[in-house]
Structure formats: C-alpha cells, structure tokens
C-alpha cells in the first residue's frame, strides 16, 4: 500500500509511535474492512506493507513533481524487496504519479487507467 508523503514529523507516520496520526486513520479503515487489528505490526502480519511514495515531508500544499523523482529511487529499491507482489494500492494522486513514473520507466508504457484506484 503506498501513502502519499511522509509526515513532517517521523514519529506520526505508519511506523512511529503507537498512536501515531497515520495510524489514526489507517488502522480503523482496516477495521471497517473486517481486519481485527490495532497495531501497525497486525497488518503487516497480514502481508500488507505500508510505505510512502514520496520520502520528504511537504514544504507546500501540494507535492511537487522534482520531489516525487528525488523519491523515486528509494520506494524503488523498497518495492523491489518485494518479490511475490500480488496487489499494489496507491493511496492518492502523489503515490499514483510516483507508481506511474516507475512503471513507465520499467515498460515504457503508461499504466494510469489500471492502477489508478
């Protein structure tokens, strides 16, 4: 599953403290889906890995393109960790650029339409 950006503060994101602002949100939609976890390790104990697309936290609104290429070779290598990959969510437009620019670099094509959810 990939996020948007990481937080400004590392101790509020998927993996900081229990209680973080990112699992504030994620862990009761997990709930709601019938998951019965309460903790970051829960999930991943499912085979769900959470990460982020773009590495730096937001200086503005909006996530700037030159941010999410400085970030790219990073989820990259995260991703390819990962061998046995069955679905990929993106959570948002940042993380759906960032998954496209990969997936055009890799194929030469653009894959937008499917994996946009």
């Known amino acids: 599953?990939?996020?948007?950006?990481?937080?400004?503060?590392?101790?509020?994101?998927?993996?900081?403290?229990?209680?973080?602002?990112?699992?504030?949100?994620?862990?009761?939609?997990?709930?709601r889906a019938g998951a019965e976890v309460t903790s970051i390790q829960e999930i991943l104990q499912l085979g769900i890995y959470i990460t982020n697309a773009v590495k730096t936290p937001k200086t503005e609104y909006a996530v700037d393109k030159s941010?999410?290429?400085?970030?790219?070779?990073?989820?990259?290598?995260?991703?390819?960790?990962?061998?046995?990959?069955?679905?990929?969510?993106?959570?948002?437009?940042?993380?759906?650029?960032?998954?496209n620019m990969i997936a055009k670099k890799a194929t030469k094509k653009c894959y937008s339409r499917c994996f946009y959810l």
Request: glycine share 4%; net charge negative.
């Open 67 to 99: 941010s999410i290429k400085k970030s790219l070779p990073y989820l990259e290598a995260e991703l390819s960790l990962f061998s046995n990959i069955k679905v990929i969510m993106l959570m948002g437009d940042v993380a759906k650029k960032a998954f």
């Open 1 to 31: 599953m990939i996020n948007e950006v990481v937080p400004s503060d590392p101790s509020q994101d998927f993996y900081g403290t229990p209680g973080a602002d990112y699992l504030k949100t994620t862990i009761p939609l997990f709930q």
